[in-house]
Structures are given as C-alpha cells and as structure tokens.
C-alpha cells in the first residue's frame, strides 16, 4: 500500500490506499511537522491493524512537507507539491478529467485539472479561517459545528442588503433575494444567528464568485469542491445558488477533505505493490 500526508497549517491528513484503491483516512493535530507525519503514520498503522512493512511508499505534501527530510520509518518517502496532489485528488475523486478545483480550507486555493496538466489558477484569502476568525471576533465562538448549527437559524434579511432591497424586483439575471452588499443592512435587532450566517453567506458567496469566474474563464463547467469547510450544508446550499446563475455546476465529493493525501498517494500508483 501507499501511504499519503497532506500536512497542513492546523490539521494533518493521511490516506493509505491499498492496491486494490480501496482507502482509509485520518485526520490528525500536531503543533510541528515532523510530529504531524509521525503521528499521522503511526496512528493509521495502529488503529487499522497494519503492518510497518504492508507500506511500500510514503508521499508527502502540504505545507509541513518542506521540514521533512529522509525517509519515515525507513520507509521510502517522496514528496509532491501540494498543487499537484490537489489536482490529482479532485480529478480522483469527482471521477472527471476537465475540472477546476476549489480547495476550501484556511484560505482558497483554485487549480484547473486535466489529465497530464494541473495549473494552480490561484485563489483568495478567504476560506474557513475566515469564518471562525470573524466568528471569534463578531461572536466569541470559533467552533465550526456550533457556528453551522446558529447560522441555520439565522435571517439574511437582517444582516446584507439584498437586491429586493434596492429595486424591489429582480435586475436582469439576479433575484430579489441575492445580496447587493454583505453585511450592508445590519439590523440592531440582529441576533448572533443571523451574525453567524451573514459571516457563512460572505465567505461562500465569495469563494463562489471567483471559482464560477475562473471555470467560465476557461470554458470548464464543473466545479469541484475539496477541503476541510467543503462539507456545509449551507455553503453548499449558497454555492449552488452561485452555480444557477452562472450555469456552472459544483461537485462535493465523498472524501473531499482529503482530496490532497489521496492525489499524494495516487502520484505513486504505478508502483504500489500488494
């Protein structure tokens, strides 16, 4: 089996795929990388009953990646960018092979996959820790779950300026209910729930915009959404809201958070061995 370790600035994912490309995943916390990965190995072989010498390759990406050097365990380990891994992964995991992947995690990171070419396009500084950033600032709270649960009773109208607000119909292709300007009608009677999905409906709807832009940008009509914050009900609900107007199509994938370790671990398919 090979082994991937995407090492990231808060959480470590592992991924061990078998030669039959069945997987298991982990996500792990450590405060250095070489913690990180050691943790992460040791912690997937216990937990899963392998053996040490079932692992015939470790790949390793993400941010942590640079301050490893050698071989884990003695086992041989490589390294792949962190783009790369993204791209293999997403196309992996959405099953297509012409796509633009938005990697929603700290921040935003967009790269275009096709297969034998991965370009990172870019990306935006607002992502999931801009979320819990502001949460803990604008409401004392930075836990994601908690956060979800408030902003699925919260009320937009109390929070953006909508263009209802403004024209009082619809202008062209944008509906009375989109916003105009987030957070530009905040109410004083505004309650933390409606505070929290105003911070939910700014950040997706951003991170909606510039991937819908980069995928028309390149005649690509499917988008594919990886990452630690790709998995809420109401991004996906603001994402797809985003994907009607410009008639493009977001994907959230079984597995998306790992969508790195495993492109990690599929960068050495051609020589996994039973």
């Known amino acids: 089996m090979v082994i991937g370790i995407d090492i990231g600035s808060t959480t470590t994912k592992s991924v061990a795929i078998y030669p039959d490309d069945s997987f298991i995943t982990l996500i792990t916390k450590a405060f250095d990388p070489v913690t990180s990965a050691m943790g992460a190995l040791g912690k997937m072989l216990m937990e899963n009953n392998l053996e040490m010498a079932s ?90 779950e908690i956060l979800s649960g408030m902003a699925a009773k919260g009320r937009i109208n109390q929070i953006d300026l909508l263009i209802g607000d403004i024209a009082g119909s619809d202008i062209g292709f944008l509906k009375k209910e989109m916003t105009a300007s987030n957070f530009g009608k905040l109410m004083d009677n505004a309650t933390d729930d409606d505070v929290a999905l105003g911070i939910f409906t700014m950040v997706y709807q951003v991170i909606g915009t510039i991937s819908a832009f980069a995928a028309k940008s390149r005649n690509i009509s499917t988008i594919v959404v990886t990452g630690t914050a790709s998995n809420t009900t109401i991004g996906k609900r603001i994402l797809n809201a985003i994907a009607e107007i410009y008639s493009i199509r977001f994907i959230y994938p079984d597995y998306a958070p790992y969508a790195t370790a495993i492109g990690a671990a599929l960068s050495k398919k051609a020589v996994r061995n039973p």
């Not at 990697?103 to 990306?123: K, P, Q, S």
């Open 55 to 144: 692992v015939k390759n470790i790949v390793l990406t993400g941010v942590g990646a640079s301050g490893i050097e050698g071989n884990l365990f003695g086992i041989p380990t490589s390294k792949i960018e962190e783009i790369e891994a993204l791209g293999l992964g997403g196309m992996y995991l959405s099953g297509k092979k012409d796509v633009v992947i938005a990697n929603l995690g700290t921040g935003t990171a967009l790269v275009e996959a096709h297969e034998g070419r991965i370009n990172h396009i870019g990306g935006t500084g607002v992502g999931g820790g801009t979320i819990l950033g502001l949460a803990k600032a604008m409401l004392k709270i930075s836990d994601l």
